[in-house]
Nanobody
Framework: QEQLVESGGGLVQPGGSLRLSCAGS????????IGWYRQAPGKQRELLAR???????MYADSVNGRFAISRDYAKNTVYLQMNSLKPEDTAVYSC??????????WGQGTQVTVSS
């Protein structure tokens, strides 16, 4: 199972940007599908973006065009670049790693607050 650590969250003004990082420490990170999720208070967890082991990506409609997911294989890290942030983007953001054998791991999450 992977150990995942998210970082990069914080307080940002509407219209601003943040880049989140998800660092993996295990040997399967590079061959795992990595997803970024968020959960706001009182709401269900939402899949935002996913990147495959080969670099293929998918995005939820709510963030398509504003967020970008990428991975650095040398650093065992997946990034989520978030631009044009809105107050409704406020949530705890977490990353998930899933191997081809179906084993899943979660990070502890990082808080993103968009407010003026």
């Amino acid at each position: 199972q992977e150990q995942l650590v998210e970082s990069g969250g914080g307080l940002v003004q509407p219209g601003g940007s943040l880049r989140l990082s998800c660092a993996g420490s295990g040997s399967t990170f590079s061959i795992s599908v990595i997803g970024w999720y968020r959960q706001a208070p009182g709401k269900q967890r939402e899949l935002l973006a996913r990147i495959g082991s080969g670099g293929s990506t998918m995005y939820a409609d709510s963030v398509n065009g504003r967020f970008a997911i990428s991975r650095d294989y040398a650093k065992n890290t997946v990034y989520l670049q978030m631009n044009s942030l809105k107050p409704e983007d406020t949530a705890v953001y977490s990353c998930n790693a899933r191997t081809i054998w179906g084993v899943e791991s979660w990070g502890q999450g990082t808080q993103v607050t968009v407010s003026s």
